[in-house]
């Protein structure tokens, strides 16, 4: 009897594509209103907003050090389901700003959608082996050889990128982007099975 917890690739295939489609939509959001956010695609955004260089790029580049990381803690199979949602997400940001126009879009309001959408995607990701690749990877490695708890590690590292974005953005805009953080942690800590999905 097949394992009703498995997924097919049919499943995973729709899991990635709807997960990197919405992550890359919400990150339309969130640079539309001049925000930002924590966790790699943070230092993405930093990076793009200092540079002028596009998020899709930028990001695809951060992540590609933490591939052989994840290699080591994951497997490969995990790595791969990874690579095609990072490359997908980071192409799709690059299309959205053209298919995708905002009339008006009240900053609080943005941030909320922001947390909300990208919390799903998250989690679409996650319960088909899959992430956006980066920090979490090295927070999970350093847990395991330190005993230094992986949480507290991407604590730190979302406490340095806010600390960054105030030297490029508004104290009120930061203020926004946290609001907008912690409802894409709120939606992963209130609905990832951690017993059945890898979070990264």
């Known amino acids: 009897m097949a394992d009703p917890n498995r997924h097919s690739l049919l499943d995973d295939a729709q899991g990635i594509a709807y997960g990197a489609g919405m992550a890359a939509f919400g990150i339309t959001i969130l640079t539309h209103l001049g925000l930002v956010t924590g966790q790699t695609a943070g230092l993405a955004v930093l990076i793009s907003y200092a540079t002028g260089w596009g998020f899709g790029p930028v990001f695809f580049a951060v992540n590609l050090p933490f591939y052989w990381l994840g290699w080591r803690r994951f497997g490969p199979v995990f790595v791969l389901k990874t690579f095609l949602s990072v490359a997908l997400m980071s192409g799709l940001a690059m299309l959205f700003p053209h298919w995708v126009s905002f009339a008006h879009l009240d900053p609080i309001v943005g941030a909320v959608l922001f947390g909300a959408i990208s919390g799903s995607a998250l989690l679409a990701l996650f319960r088909h082996g899959a992430s956006l690749g980066g920090v979490g990877i090295v927070a999970l490695l350093l847990q395991d050889r330190t005993g230094f708890r992986a949480g507290w590690t ?47």
């Open 154 to 200: 991407q604590l730190l590292f979302d406490i340095a990128v806010f600390a960054i974005a105030l030297t490029l953005r508004d104290a009120a805009t930061v203020a926004i982007s946290a609001l907008g953080a912690l409802v894409v942690n709120l939606v992963i800590a209130v609905n990832h099975r951690r017993d059945r999905y890898i979070a990264t």
